[in-house]
């Protein structure tokens, strides 16, 4: 397949019998940026992410057994289908009210033998039912009407194993027959540029099946947790909460984490320093490591005390000076994981921030006159590897921006991890010489930064190391050892290009960062005592789990694939399973309680070590020594035994949990811990008769008098306020009870009180009673003073109208079952019902001049679209955030 140069001077696809074809990407910015390297006889066109999953309301997984369970549900509803006939008949009812149900018991009985008499299916356990997702069948439609129109269809998908099941499912879609089969060829490419591209078109190959079972396997497996866990936890505790393969043991990692916290048992424990002076300068301090050559920490001020007593008038001796040359390596360029933890330590960028933000960078931004232009190679990888085309171009910058002494006589090679897929590359720029401050003026803050960041670690990659004069000073004083450490920067290497952060350091490449020297001292020389100065320390717990220390240990352990982690950890954190407090995760006590639960029932199939092993097995299909199904198979046959097990024997918070003690009320009934919608708390089991329940809920620890914002007064009185539990959950109450009932309801989850009511100089249109602007679980809206009389009441609008009814307003509300999506709706409703899930912008649509636009969000980013129908218009928003696809479906959207 030939190239042509285009009128920018960049490379094109061109094909010599002017065919028209058809290309498949996932995401229409990468169609942007893919179209402008391609001939005019090439047609891009976008999938958004996957068009096939498994249904929503049903398993989609065939099971062994499943022939006998149909059977046995159908007998047993025919069954209790002639018993309520027979019922029915017996308590003399109408003729008429006897024949349905006879009728129905019958239809039954018929369901049941049709069944039973029929050929027995072929067992094929663990085969999964694929749908066209809903919200897809218009793409689903236009894919196949322009697959028919082209001679070839090149399915162009992200160079990972979803990337490939997403080909596979669109070759499914628009391959129905043979002759339309051989047209359909995958064509993989590590980065968007002219060159990659040139030489995937060149070559296009099948899709990999290996690649599709390894992610059918996963697929399966979280399906089959999710699916049969969630509602035992539903039946348990609560509806709503979720259980995954991976997640769960990342929740476990953390509630594990604050448990050794709150076990830890602090020690005390002493240094001493002594402030020293040489012949030459400067000042410097030595600590105390030894004595009579063995190691000493002093446990507490008496120990120390006897130390000090022991050198104070002792003569302190240089005992041995050692000098040498230290050399700190520059670190590979990013793979996922260490770009997120990167991201974090230096920027605070959330995992799933960073993914969004990189997710950009590799699709293309609009740099002006180039066009879209893509700026980093694909961003889901565990592999260090670097072309040669752009090692020799990385090589050429750094000798040319930094000099010759800052390059390698050799390239710097890196090794991946032993399951790091070889066939990608490190996360790079596609081209080294686009400099950030090249591209500054077209980026947004955040996507500079991470650009920056990105091109900063790879140019630092192909350079020298820096290197550090250290210096180690022993100093005898009587029978103890002293002993300083100073390092200087020699030479600063790779740390030209890329400064490492503190949490990233050995302890050793700490102590170098401190920059502090020593003075020139030689064996034997007598120093001069200044001072002495003891400290007290205790020991600490270990530290909870930030973003990019979590994403560290998960990938040390082995637990899921870095390109997972930020899902997992946004579901975490959605599913109100942990806090993050400055940074760092906390447990709640749901996400303890859930954990426990299913730790205690699926202690196999929520092990770190278990979960790891089953990783390794997936790297195994990719790689086609292992059947995917067997490893379903044996997983499937442990799981089942733990599930029947742990239907009866789950503890169960909804029924009531039995926890040894007495009731405090009538001291005959045992308190029993439960769950309601405000949390956890003690009840008597002799409710009704007995209504005493003590509150569990962890924020009303403590003294419960404060608010987070501080002391709170009462708007009628000005006595303070205290934080009070109710049967509608927290809320603050006037001190000056029962003279002053005035309260104000706390945002849920938290110690803040919400505003108090504010009474508006308006009237109402109803009784016209004044109006009042108040707080109430789905936001700010007005209502009348005269309530519950009048019920008049009026939301807060976004100021657009709706565009069904154009008498209404746009406002946002929320759905009142399930999660609770936020979604936009009209402020007539009933009479006008118009819906739509995404945010409305007040600005013109570009192409239609439609009143407004919405904002849509998903996992590849935000983009604004146009409502109106006919209008196809869409554009990328860089700036904005982008949002994880919803835990239960395929990770990409």
């Known amino acids: ?432 010489t686009r400099s950030p401050e090249d591209v500054k003026r077209f980026l947004d803050a955040d996507l500079f930064k991470l650009y920056q960041l990105i091109w900063q670690r790879f140019v630092a990659s192909q350079m020298v190391p820096a290197v550090f004069d250290q210096t180690t000073i022993d100093v005898t004083a009587g029978d103890y050892l002293f002993r300083a450490t100073g390092s200087v920067m020699k030479f600063n290497g790779f740390l030209a290009a890329y400064q490492v952060e503190r949490e990233d350091l050995s302890a050793e490449d700490a102590e170098d960062e401190s920059g502090r020297a020593l003075p020139q001292v030689r064996e034997g020389e007598v120093l001069r005592l200044n001072s002495l100065r003891p400290e007290q320390h205790f020991t600490e717990p270990p530290p909870r789990y930030t973003e990019a220390t979590l994403v560290k240990e998960l990938e040390e352990k082995g637990i899921g694939r870095p390109s997972t982690y930020a899902t997992i950890i946004s579901t975490i954190v959605e599913r109100e399973y942990v806090n993050k407090d400055q940074g760092r995760f906390t447990p709640t006590q749901l996400g303890e309680k859930v954990t426990d639960l299913l730790v205690k029932s699926f202690e196999d199939i929520f092990d770190v070590g278990f979960t790891a092993r089953l990783e390794d097995e997936l790297d195994e299909i990719e790689e086609g020594t292992l059947p995917w199904k067997r490893a379903v198979q044996e997983f499937w046959e442990r799981f089942e035994k733990d599930l029947d097990k742990a239907g009866g024997e789950m503890l169960s918070y909804k029924a009531g949990i039995l926890t040894g003690e007495k009731c405090e009320k009538c001291g005959e009934g045992k308190l029993l811990e439960r769950i309601s919608r405000h949390g956890f708390f003690l009840g008597c089991d002799r409710y009704p008769d007995c209504d005493f329940t003590r509150d569990l809920s962890p924020e009303l620890v403590g003294d419960g008098t404060e608010s987070e914002a501080g002391p709170e007064y009462c708007e009628n009185c000005g006595k303070e306020m205290t934080i009070k539990r109710g049967r509608f959950g927290t809320f603050l109450a006037c001190t000056g009870y029962p003279e002053c009932k005035t309260t104000r309801r706390m945002v849920q989850g938290t110690r803040i009180a919400r505003q108090p009511d504010e009474l508006l100089d308006e009237k109402c249109p109803l009784c016209s009673e004044q109006l009042v602007k108040k707080h109430g679980q789905y936001g700010e809206f007005v209502g009348c003073t005269a309530y519950p009389k009048c019920k008049f009441i009026r939301s807060k609008t976004l100021g657009i109208a709706c565009p069904k009814c154009g008498k209404g307003e746009f406002v946002e509300r929320r759905a009142k079952k399930g999660r609770m999506r936020v979604f936009y709706g009209c402020n007539q409703y009933p009479d006008c019902d118009f819906t739509t899930p995404h945010r409305p912008i007040a600005e013109p649509c570009p192409k239609c001049g439609a009143a407004f636009v919405v904002e849509k969000r998903s996992k590849t980013g935000v983009v604004r679209a146009c409502l109106k129908e006919g209008c196809d218009w869409e554009a990328a928003v860089s700036a904005a955030e982008p949002v994880e696809a919803e835990v239960g479906a395929a990770t990409k959207p």
């Open 1 to 432: 397949m030939p190239v042509e140069a285009s009128d920018s001077g960049e490379s094109r696809v061109t094909e010599d019998n002017m065919a028209r074809s058809l290309v498949i990407v996932e995401s229409p910015a990468k169609a942007k940026t893919i179209n402008k390297y391609l001939g005019k006889n090439f047609i891009v066109k976008a999938s958004f992410g996957h068009v096939m999953d498994l249904p929503k309301k049903e398993l989609g997984v065939s099971l062994p057994g499943d022939f006998e369970e149909k059977l046995k549900e159908l007998t047993k509803l025919a069954k209790k289908a002639r018993a309520k006939a027979k019922g029915n008949g017996a308590k003399g009812n109408g003729a008429k009210d006897n024949g349905k149900y006879k009728l129905k018991a019958e239809a039954a009985e018929q369901a049941r033998d049709l069944h039973k008499n029929q050929e027995r299916p072929a067992e094929n356990p663990f085969e999964p039912t694929y749908e066209v997702i809903a919200s897809k069948l218009k793409v689903v439609n236009e894919l196949r009407k322009a697959g028919k129109e082209a001679d070839a269809i090149y399915l162009a998908g992200d160079p990972d194993r979803e990337g490939e099941t997403i080909c596979w499912h669109l070759a499914e879609i628009l391959g129905t027959n043979k002759v339309e089969r051989k047209k359909i060829f995958r064509v993989m490419f590590n980065e968007i540029t002219a060159k990659a591209i040139k030489a995937a078109f060149e070559k296009p190959g099948q899709v990999d099946t290996n690649l599709v079972d390894a992610q059918q396997a996963r697929r399966v497996l979280d399906r089959l947790v999710g699916y049969k866990i969630s509602p035992l936890l539903w039946d348990k505790v609560r509806r709503g909460l979720s259980a995954g393969r991976v997640q769960t043991v990342a929740l476990r990692l953390i509630v594990e984490r604050e448990r050794e916290i709150r076990e830890f048992l602090k020690r005390e424990y002493w240094s001493l320093h002594a402030a020293l002076e040489a012949a030459a300068p400067p000042l410097f301090e030595a600590k105390l490591i030894q004595r009579q050559g063995e190691a000493l920490e002093p446990a507490n001020e008496a120990e120390t005390q006897e130390v000090i007593g022991g050198v104070e008038h002792a003569r302190w001796t240089v005992s041995s000076v050692v000098q040498k040359e230290k050399r700190r390596f520059p670190a590979p360029p990013f793979t996922t994981s260490k770009l997120q933890q990167a991201s974090y330590n230096k920027l605070r960028f959330t995992a799933k921030r960073t993914m969004g933000l990189a997710q950009l960078l590799y699709q293309g931004v609009d740099l002006g006159d180039e066009g879209s232009v893509a700026l980093i190679t694909y961003m889901r990888t565990d592999s260090v590897r670097v072309s040669n085309d752009a090692l020799d171009q990385v090589r050429g910058l750094v000798a040319s921006s930094y000099g010759a002494n800052y390059l390698p006589e050799k390239p710097n090679f890196y090794k991946s991890k032993k399951d790091a897929q070889e066939a990608h590359e490190a996360i790079r720029p596609t081209e080294v």
